[in-house]
């Protein structure tokens, strides 16, 4: 079946303990997009990849890392997470660029204390 | 600001009377997209128009694009309470060279009562 999958779906942690979420795709998807969704803001991208070894930055990306080290992989890193990173998670990904079709994870639900 | 947004913000239907959302945005686009999320889940692409087709059909969903208005609306025919979702447009917008990316509104929340 094809699909995004996301590890966890939920996770509490505090202050500044480093996390790690990760993101991964079957469809050999050449683009990948992490989005954060807060309530009265919509979705918006915090890093996306158009191919192994290239990130860019979204509309959001202060306090956090990626990497896309494998096609079908890019994990999204808290270094130091605060509370303002509360937030749902989405992971994307697509064929082509980042203006066709989007598949999505199921999200990860972080709570930051 | 967002590329687009979506109106009304909410819309509370009885089940098998049509919903129409619609979307504005700013800029010109390739295509635009819609995609239903229910509560706190994954979004889920519902269709796509090019910037070139005017009105697509798929199933119960009717969507029409008007470049000129730079405006979209989506239609569901005979709703269902299964439609309660939120729904959301998403444009594609350049946002460097030939990176490409999707910028979604806010979303309409659509109830469809039993």
């Known amino acids: 079946e094809a699909q995004v999958t996301q590890n966890p779906r939920y996770l509490i942690t505090v202050t500044g303990k480093k996390l790690t979420v990760t993101c991964s795709q079957n469809?050999?998807?050449?683009?990948m997009s992490w989005y954060r969704q807060d309530p009265g803001l919509g979705l918006r991208q915090i890093y996306y990849?158009?191919?192994?070894?290239?990130?860019d930055k979204g509309d959001v990306p202060e306090g956090y890392k990626v990497s896309r080290k494998e096609k079908r992989n890019f994990p999204l890193i808290l270094e130091s997470p605060s509370p303002n990173q509360t937030s749902l998670y989405f992971c994307?990904?697509?064929?082509?660029?980042?203006?066709?079709?989007?598949?999505f994870g199921p999200g990860t639900r972080l709570t930051v204390t | 600001s967002q590329q687009g947004e979506e109106d009304p913000q909410a819309l509370s239907i009885q089940e098998g009377e049509n919903a129409t959302m619609n979307c504005s945005y700013k800029?010109?686009?390739?295509?635009l997209q819609w995609y239903r999320q229910n509560s706190g889940r994954g979004l889920v692409h519902l269709i796509l128009i090019r910037s070139n087709e005017r009105e697509k059909h798929s199933g119960r969903l009717r969507v029409t694009l008007d470049t000129s208005k730079k405006s979209s609306s989506l239609l569901i025919t005979a709703s269902r309470a299964a439609d309660t979702a939120s729904y959301f447009c998403a444009t594609d917008a350049n946002s460097g060279g030939s990176n490409y990316k999707l910028t979604f509104g806010k979303g309409t929340l659509l109830t469809v009562n039993p």
């Open positions: 800029t010109s686009i390739n295509n």
């Open positions: 994307a990904s697509s064929a082509g660029t980042g203006g066709d079709e989007q598949y």
């Open positions: 469809m050999n998807h050449e683009y």
């Open positions: 990849s158009m191919n192994v070894e290239v990130t």
